[in-house]
């Protein structure tokens, strides 16, 4: 399948819980999130969903570490 690219590398920077979350987000079970993630499926709006949690994780995680940053100086 053409999405298995690098498919890994994105299962492996989602968090615990991010599949029940992303699940949840597209009203499908945490099994068909898990068949995207492990390139059996190419179910596009669990794709996106996907995409949209790993962008909004990233950014929380840069702005909570440039908040700590700043208490240290």
Do not use: H, W
Request: hydrophobic share 35%.
């Amino acid at each position: 399948m053409e999405t298995t690219f690098n498919i890994d590398k994105i299962r492996e920077q989602l968090p615990f819980g991010a599949q029940t979350e992303i699940a949840k987000k597209c009203n499908v079970t945490v099994c068909m999130v898990n068949r995207v993630l492990n390139g059996k499926s190419e179910n596009t709006k669990i794709l996106d969903a996907i995409a949209d949690y790993l962008t909004d994780f990233k950014q929380q995680k840069n702005d909570t570490i440039s908040r700590l940053a700043s208490l240290i100086d």
